[in-house]
């Protein structure tokens, strides 16, 4: 397992910009597919954005366009910046890695979460 600490959450009006982060530790970061998932409240968590082991990218329709993910090998890190931000992507973000993003649900590492807040 990996330990995962999101960090960069916090409340923004309509339009603007976060970047999240997410710190990893305990195993080799560099093999693990890393993702960013979203659970608003009284909803299901959802699916945001991934990113393989050599930076190929992958995008909910929901916000493609809008947030891009990207890593740092060397730091053990993944980003979500997150531009023209909406209320509706007012969320708790978790971090989450596994060997694929179909196993993340089953049997990956997750993070803490970190909450976004998007005033309109």
């Known amino acids: 397992q990996v330990q995962l600490v999101e960090s960069g959450g916090g409340l923004v009006q309509a339009g603007g910009s976060l970047r999240l982060s997410c710190a990893a530790s305990?195993?080799?970061?560099?093999?693990?597919?890393m993702g960013w998932f979203r659970q608003a409240p009284g909803k299901e968590r959802e699916f945001v954005a991934g990113?393989?082991?050599?930076?190929?990218?992958v995008y909910a329709d929901s916000v493609k366009g809008r947030f891009t993910i990207s890593r740092d090998n060397a730091k053990d890190t993944v980003y979500l910046q997150m531009n023209s931000l909406k209320p509706e992507d007012t969320a708790v973000y978790y971090c989450?890695?596994?060997?694929?993003?179909?196993?993340?649900?089953?049997?990956?590492?997750w993070g803490q979460g970190t909450q976004v807040t998007v005033s309109s």
């Open positions: 989450a890695a596994a060997a694929s993003i179909a196993l993340m649900s089953a049997s990956g590492s």
């Open positions: 305990g195993r080799t970061f560099s093999y693990y597919v």
């Open positions: 990113v393989g082991s050599r930076g190929s990218t």
